[in-house]
């Protein structure tokens, strides 16, 4: 599987900016707060450790040296 999200700080940051985002659920009125669901991307790309969008920039923070053939 490719990663691109590899350093664990970076991991913790998108989950605690998608948490931030979920809690608009919470306190905001109903229609403002579905945006809060934007939460569940920076917290789905922290889990799974790859983000589409860093992958069509050519992001990626992993320094993990890759071995050639």
Request: hydrophobic letters at 50%; proline letters at 4%; aromatic letters at 8%.
């Amino acid at each position: 599987m490719l990663h691109n999200v590899c350093s664990k700080t970076e991991r913790t940051v998108r989950a605690i900016i998608g948490l931030g985002l979920l809690s608009m659920l919470f306190f905001l009125e109903a229609p403002v707060s579905y945006f809060g669901l934007i939460g569940l991307v920076p917290i789905a790309t922290a889990v799974f450790r790859y983000c589409p969008i860093s992958h069509m920039l050519g992001v990626n923070t992993c320094r993990m040296e890759q071995k050639h053939a």
